[in-house]
T-cell receptor, first 114, second 115 residues
Framework: AQSVAQPEDQVNVAEGNPLTVKCTYS??????LFWYVQYPNRGLQFLLK??????LVKGSYGFEAEFNKSQTSFHLKKPSALVSDSALYFC????????????FGRGTSLIVHP | EAGVAQSPRYKIIEKRQSVAFWCNPI?????LYWYQQILGQGPKLLIQ????????DSQLPKDRFSAERLKGVDSTLKIQPAKLEDSAVYLC?????????????FGPGTRLLVL
């Protein structure tokens, strides 16, 4: 069965510092990987996705993520955090074969301190 | 472009009562998803529609949950009767075609509290 793990419930970072939000996955085939962000009382908003090709994916608001097949990881990164980046971040995976169902991680709360 | 619309935004009911949620996807999107997001967890897919047909409902508790998308546009999710453990945010999402590579566009959600 496919799965997604976000090992940190919360990540704290100072404004201006780099941030990383971790995600690892398990699928039977090859993965399609997604990052979404959720602000309070809002739905999820798409940030970026990996389908194929370059392992480094660039997305909205200066975020990027690196696909690492050997480590089955897709960590979200940003070189310089903003207070406005504080939100809940979800990693999701879909299998190119196997289950059709998208699977989401439990989310990581990012808190950026001024 | 208008986003995914959901109503109501909040609902409080007592256990064993019935409740219904409505979703209107982005215009032209063929695929519609309903998710359940319990506090502290990621969204869990309940059902996926392609136009007015069901693609996957393997995680829908069919003894109490039902969903329809009769004309292939808007959709209704119903819970009858509700249980305490149904307290969650119910998210609707849509995508243009429904293939596995597509980005999903989410509505603001309906927050349900069952007392």
């Amino acid at each position: 069965a496919q799965s997604v793990a976000q090992p940190e419930d919360q990540v704290n970072v100072a404004e201006g510092n780099p941030l990383t939000v971790k995600c690892t996955y398990s699928v039977s085939g090859n993965p399609y990987l997604f990052w979404y962000v959720q602000y309070p009382n809002r739905g999820l908003q798409f940030l970026l996705k990996y389908i194929t090709g370059d392992n480094l994916v660039k997305g909205s608001y200066g975020f990027e993520a690196e696909f690492n097949k050997s480590q089955t990881s897709f960590h979200l990164k940003k070189p310089s955090a903003l207070v406005s980046d504080s939100a809940l971040y979800f990693c999701a995976v879909r299998d190119t074969g196997g289950s059709y169902i998208p699977t989401f991680g439990r989310g990581t709360s990012l808190i950026v301190h001024p | 472009e208008a986003g995914v619309a959901q109503s109501p935004r909040y609902k409080i009911i007592e256990k064993r009562q019935s409740v219904a949620f409505w979703c209107n996807p982005i215009s032209g999107h063929a695929t519609l998803y309903w998710y359940q997001q319990i506090l502290g967890q990621g969204p869990k897919l309940l059902i996926q529609f392609q136009n007015n047909g069901v693609v996957d409902d393997s995680q829908l508790p069919k003894d109490r949950f039902s969903a329809e998308r009769l004309k292939g546009v808007d959709s209704t999710l119903k819970i009858q009767p509700a249980k305490l453990e149904d307290s969650a945010v119910y998210l609707c999402a849509s995508s243009p075609i429904g293939n596995r590579q597509e980005t999903q566009y989410f509505g603001p959600g309906t927050r349900l509290l069952v007392l």
